[in-house]
């Protein structure tokens, strides 16, 4: 059974329960809760069995791992998916971080190498404080590409190396890889992208909720397109936001616009 989109879950259960939540120095308290639930492997870039793959959960992480030790270069690459725990939005149009996913990337060696094909990370975002919206459920598809290691930076897009399109859906640049060679990810949620937005009544005043990703921990550098590189021999952190902001009311927006009409 297909599953309801995120946006058209939000949207039923404001239209059933017109919410309406008591205003306060907090506004609401969120916690993210998410793990890996399945993932499947490409070797040699052949679609193939989850062999060599394993996923860890605790009670704030999640993580997923593959390829193979050796002894000597290459190792295990994973991904680290931690949830922040009540966060209280207690501030408008501020940034508040609800998770960060961590991709640990390791080259990835051996005869017949295993690399990550595709993840899928099911979880919510529960809130508290709030009179009927008490937690939406979120499904995040992750494609990935692990770009196969080269001598040279040229070498990274040729086709041998597999790039699959180095471009985003908007993006008419080749990308430019800063190791030998970058791996890419592309994501959904919910088949959906970011940012989304939620529209919230506190105390008869409306207000949007909005999510999105990052790359960076104040959540200035937004994902274009939904996709994002990391680098060979290093570690690249992808983090997801909550920022609260206040409707302007009709009335404050056409004053604005007199204001505006009388300043030209």
Request: proline share 3%.
């Amino acid at each position: 059974m297909k599953s309801i989109g995120f946006t058209k879950k939000i949207a039923a259960g404001l239209i059933a329960t017109a919410m309406t939540m008591s205003a306060n120095a907090t506004f609401m308290t969120i916690t993210a809760d998410g793990g890996f639930t399945s993932a499947t492997t490409a070797g040699d870039g052949t679609a193939g069995s989850i062999d060599n793959i394993s996923i860890i959960d605790t009670s704030n992480t999640s993580s997923i791992s593959w390829g193979q030790e050796t002894s000597v270069g290459g190792g295990l690459s994973s991904l680290l998916l931690t949830d922040e725990k009540n966060v209280m939005i207690d501030a408008l149009d501020t940034n508040y971080l609800l998770s960060t996913l961590t991709h640990i990337n390791n080259p990835i060696t051996g005869g017949s190498p295993t690399y990550l094909d595709k993840a899928v990370i099911a979880g919510s975002i529960n809130f508290s404080g709030t009179q009927f919206l008490a937690s939406i459920g979120t499904l995040f598809d992750i494609d990935f590409k692990e770009t196969r290691n080269e001598t040279s930076k040229d070498a990274c897009t040729a086709p041998a190396a597999g790039n699959n399109g180095e471009t985003g859906p908007t993006d008419t640049d080749i990308h430019v890889h800063l190791s030998l060679c970058d791996d890419r990810f592309d994501y959904t949620v919910d088949g959906g992208t970011f940012p989304l937005t939620i529209p919230l009544f506190i105390g008869g005043i409306q207000y949007n909720l909005s999510l999105f990703g990052a790359t960076d921990v104040a959540g200035n550098n937004l994902i274009p397109d939904n996709r994002f590189w990391t680098q060979e021999d290093g570690d690249t952190n992808v983090f997801t936001f909550a920022r609260l902001s206040r409707v302007p009311e009709p009335a404050s927006i056409a004053i604005l616009g007199l204001g505006l009409l009388g300043l030209a």
